[in-house]
């Protein structure tokens, strides 16, 4: 009877490898101590003598849930001698959808070698750099190629990559920002990442090393000396204190040195076994005041429009801020409700007390954005957004990716730094990077990405947080809409609505969302989610958005 790996929770398949091993001996399957905050322990066995082709790949697809905390040791058992060397599985992770299981396939045995081939439904990579892409669910095939070796079988060569369960990698990853300063030193930017939860701080430091992706480059700066090593030894962490050692120059202004302490803490803070951090560069201890606090948002703000005007909606009532009857969609601004913003019939329209603001003519069925620098986001083109908000009046800002059609929809995040942009025939929803001038002038939107959901068309699309987005969706054919949340970088989640939606705004977390639309009976309906459950808005009410 053969024997199976030992394996506790979850499934992955790695194709590919990490650091060279040393030469000196074999490698060898070792059991790994967990600390706190280490999350979830797996362990495996290495091969079973005597095992068969599809035996071997099946063992070792088991035997891969234990690769990041064991750094593959016991995985690289089922290579050749030659490849336990050479595979760097680290390069990249393809994630399949765990609701099926890996499909193994094994060939014709020729010359003492042998191909198998494993089809899984593939939904997302991951780069060496931790950066995830989601692709549309699909299936996704790889080949291992196996040689007898001192008579048994072994995988030789495989590629430079891993593919591994949606259970396996949540369970052995954890979705972490890296926080940069922005360019003029006021708040720091999220910067999405997978690192494994093993060694967590470690990993979080070397990503801070390496510095923001290159589509932040415009907005973030890297507070770490250019040219700044490791020690080998990463991050030492006892206590809840992590030790960071950088092989650096000293910052020479006290800003300087509070955006790097400021960057550090954020960061590594995430960790679950890291409450403090202190750091030496080149041996000289780090001394950081005045670290900035960030900029406080109020994203439950829930703004309303009716018959009677437009108001912040609370649990007495509607506190009216404006006379204007054919509003809809309104909103705030994330850092000031005095300040709200809707689209009326002939433009959008900003008001701060009784002085009118911003009048951006054109049309934006979906509502304008207010970012937390006071600039409002109303009607746009396929390349330009017009905005508002001080005395010179509308002007054009500029969004690349013209061809993917005319832009419905802009939302800003709280934090400034993305636009999310719902666009094209086909409704679909980008985010993308503001530029910025004096004052948080907007200048332009670039490198746009596509958020990536399964065939359906996005109705509507908000923030949650900085980093977190909500979009209402419908499926051709499909008689129910549905709120898919994410963290960027992340997977999603979805839950079916209860009406047919027309707008859709979301507060703080995926708990606060606000739809209009109308239900099974032509009704229309403003409804409030709080929790699980779905509450109708004050009487009166024909349209609600958050702040944002």
Avoid at 58 to 70: I, S, T, Y
Avoid at 334 to 358: C, E, H, I, K
Wanted: negative net charge; contains cysteine.
């Amino acid at each position: 009877m053969r024997r199976r790996p030992a394996l506790l929770l979850a499934v992955c398949l790695v194709l590919a490898g990490c650091a060279s091993l040393p030469t000196s001996s074999a490698p060898a399957p070792f059991d790994v101590p967990a600390r706190d905050g280490a999350g979830v322990q797996f362990s495996a066995e290495g091969p079973a003598d005597g095992s068969d082709a599809e035996t071997l790949v099946g063992d070792f697809l088991l035997a891969c849930a234990a690769g990041p905390q064991d750094d593959y040791a016991t995985a690289r058992l089922f290579l050749t001698s030659a490849s336990a060397r050479a595979w760097q599985p680290d390069t990249e992770i393809l994630v399949y959808d765990t609701d099926t299981a890996p499909a193994i396939s094994v060939g014709a045995e020729a010359n003492s070698s042998v191909d198998v081939t494993v089809s899984v439904l593939g939904v997302a990579s991951i780069d060496a750099s931790g950066v995830l892409t989601r692709v549309e669910v699909g299936a996704v095939s790889r080949s291992f190629s196996l040689v007898r070796e001192n008579g048994q079988w072994r995988i030789n060569a495989p590629d430079n990559l891993v593919l591994m369960s949606r259970a396996a990698f949540t369970a052995l990853y954890s979705l972490v920002n890296l926080y940069f300063p922005t360019t003029e030193g006021t708040d720091l930017v999220a910067d999405p990442r997978w690192f494994p939860s093993r060694r967590l701080a470690s990993h979080l430091l070397a990503g801070l090393v390496a510095g923001p992706r290159q589509s932040l480059t415009a907005v973030a700066s890297n507070a770490i000396p250019a040219g700044t090593t490791l020690p080998s030894h990463g991050v030492e962490v006892a206590d809840g204190v992590a030790r960071v050692e950088l092989n650096a120059v000293m910052p020479a202004s006290e800003g300087a040195k509070a955006r790097l302490s400021w960057e550090l803490t954020r960061t590594l803070t995430q960790a679950g076994d890291v409450s403090q951090v202190g750091v030496t560069l080149s041996g000289e201890t780090l001394e950081a005041h005045g670290v900035p606090p960030a900029p406080p948002y109020s994203l439950d703000t829930l703004v309303g429009a009716g018959p009677q005007g437009v108001g912040i909606v609370s649990d007495s009532g509607v506190r009216s801020l404006s006379g204007a009857t054919d509003a809809t969609n309104p909103t705030a601004s994330p850092v000031d409700s005095a300040l709200v913003a809707w689209s009326g019939t002939d433009g959008v329209y900003a008001q701060r007390g009784d002085n009118t603001v911003a009048f951006l003519p054109g049309q934006a069925p979906l509502g304008p954005s207010v970012d937390r620098y006071g600039w409002v986001w109303g009607p746009a083109s396929a390349s330009s957004v017009s905005v508002g908000g001080d005395s010179e009046g509308a002007f054009g800002v500029g969004v690349e990716a013209e061809s993917a059609g005319d832009i419905h929809a802009v939302r800003i995040s709280p934090d400034g730094v993305r636009a999310l942009i719902i666009r094209g025939s086909d409704a679909s929803a980008w985010v993308g990077v503001v530029e910025r001038g004096a004052g948080g002038r907007p200048q332009a939107v670039h490198s746009l990405e596509r958020i990536t959901v399964e065939r359906a068309a996005v109705i509507d699309a908000s923030w949650t947080t900085s980093t977190g987005v909500a979009l209402v969706l419908r499926e051709s054919g499909s008689e129910e809409d549905h709120l898919v949340t994410m963290p960027l970088g992340g997977l999603p989640s979805s839950v079916s609505l209860p009406i047919r939606v027309s707008s859709m705004s979301a507060g703080s977390s995926s708990a606060s969302v606000v739809i209009t639309g109308v239900d099974s009976g032509g009704e229309r309906q403003v409804l409030v989610r709080s929790g699980a459950l779905w509450q109708s808005a004050p009487q009166g009410l024909t349209s609600a958005r958050f702040a944002g």
